[in-house]
């Protein structure tokens, strides 16, 4: 047990009558796969296996976690196969919300070595803004839905809580870091060497088109949506903190 009246359960995706245990008698299910080595054919398999997994077992709410413009034929291959997903949940007839977050705030945790170095580093324009959640905010959204089902159930909603520039974003990162932070644009060819063909897809994305999501509209229905600065004060500061004697 963990915590009152949590009890975890575990399953294998890839197993059907595991997933048939732990969905046993649940009211609501969160669905969000990472892409494991094999590719995004192993993603829309376990989407798709878990969301029916929640049809046979009489779920009564599937919230589903896709991705920012998962719909807008991205032509980036991790978006398209969560549409994917998306599109065999609406077709199975169980009720569903599909929420689609933007890039993660968190993500920066990962990039403090280069950033303590003096730069931020990617391949955009210093001026190229970039829609950014909190992943604590997934979560909120997550549980609004299912806490008000009538309100969500049937609805998708690409959530974000902040919009910046790079170079407003490497300055409010120096800021916490306590250094003078710039921001350096990447050479394409150089960052596709190093992050990869699909991550490079998916930054050509960010530059040529990018997330539309309405963050004001977002803030009216979650008032404490996390800034930029709030989740750099809540997250990214006590994370340095930690880490240095």
């Known amino acids: 047990m963990v915590g009152h009246g949590t009890?975890?359960?575990?399953?294998?995706?890839?197993?059907r009558p595991s997933v048939a245990r732990a969905l046993d008698g649940v009211y609501g299910v969160y669905s969000v796969q990472s892409r494991p080595e094999e590719g995004v054919e192993a993603e829309i398999r376990q989407g798709i296996a878990?969301?029916?997994?929640?049809?046979?077992?009489?779920?009564?709410?599937?919230?589903?976690?896709?991705?920012?413009?998962?719909?807008?034929?991205?032509?980036?291959?991790?978006?398209?196969?969560?549409?994917?997903i998306e599109e065999h949940i609406r077709k199975l007839g169980l009720p569903y919300t599909i929420i689609r977050p933007v890039f993660f705030m968190d993500n920066w945790l990962g990039m403090r070595t280069g950033m303590e170095q003096g730069t931020l580093t990617l391949p955009l324009k210093p001026d190229t803004r970039l829609q950014m959640i909190a992943v604590e905010d997934i979560g909120a959204f997550a549980t609004m839905a299912f806490e008000f089902p009538g309100r969500w159930q049937g609805h998708t909603l690409d959530i974000a809580g902040d919009?910046?520039?790079?170079?407003q974003i490497a300055q409010a990162l120096g800021r916490v870091l306590g250094e003078d932070l710039k921001y350096v644009q990447a050479p394409w060819d150089k960052f596709e060497q190093q992050a990869g063909h699909e991550m490079a897809l998916m930054f050509k994305w960010f530059e040529n088109v990018g997330y539309h999501a309405d963050?004001?509209?977002?803030?009216?229905?979650h008032p404490s949506l996390m800034s930029f600065e709030r989740w750099m004060q809540s997250k990214l500061r006590p994370a340095l903190s930690a880490s240095r004697p």
């Open 215 to 221: 963050i004001p509209a977002l803030r009216q229905q």
């Open 50 to 84: 878990l969301a029916d997994a929640a049809r046979r077992e009489n779920v009564s709410h599937l919230v589903y976690s896709s991705v920012g413009s998962a719909d807008q034929h991205t032509g980036v291959p991790h978006f398209d196969s969560k549409f994917q």
């Open 7 to 15: 009890e975890v359960v575990g399953g294998d995706l890839d197993d």
């Open 163 to 167: 919009e910046l520039s790079m170079n």
